[in-house]
């Protein structure tokens, strides 16, 4: 099945792609990790979005690239999340490397920062990403920081 790939902030969202966008981060966060936690924090409004969108407009990844000082003193991205029915075709991989490499088009861009599932720890790693701090519990999920150096 074709996906298209696109980056948009807030105010150039569709209705239908923040839907979209929302409903799998739901069915991921909320429903699949039975984590109910407040989603929306706000983040969102400031933040540009990363997602790609299957032919019937279902969103099958997707990410928020947040600038410096909302998040962290850096740019960060999070809410990364793929469609468990995608898994295992390199969406994912995908995914930050198309959000690694917007961020890296920004001119004050020098880092990255991310607050990632302590089970994704070697994921991130790999794509050049390094542990700092201690294992830390986010939504009773373990989570652990990691920077990356651009």
């Known amino acids: 099945m074709k996906i298209n790939w696109h980056c948009k902030t807030w105010d150039a969202l569709s209705k239908e792609e923040l ?4 409903q799998l ?14 989603d929306l924090d706000g983040k969102d409004l400031k933040s540009k979005h990363l997602f790609a969108l299957a032919e019937d407009g279902s969103c099958v990844a997707c ?4 600038p410096p000082g909302v998040s962290y003193a850096n740019y960060s991205i999070g809410r990364v ?4 029915h995608r ?12 959000c690694i490499a917007a961020i890296r088009e920004e001119k004050d861009a020098n ?4 607050s990632a599932q302590l089970y994704l720890k070697k994921f991130y790693e790999s794509l050049g990403f390094i542990a700092v701090g201690e294992v830390y519990p986010e939504d009773n999920i373990p989570h652990i920081q990691m920077y990356l150096n651009l």
């Open 19 to 22: 839907y979209a966008i929302i």
């Open 25 to 38: 981060r739901i069915q991921v966060f909320v429903i699949e990790q039975n984590c109910p936690y407040q």
């Open 63 to 66: 990410a928020r690239l947040v």
């Open 81 to 84: 999340v793929s469609a468990l």
């Open 87 to 98: 898994r295992g075709e390199g969406l994912g991989r995908e995914l930050m490397v198309r």
């Open 111 to 114: 880092e990255i920062r991310i």
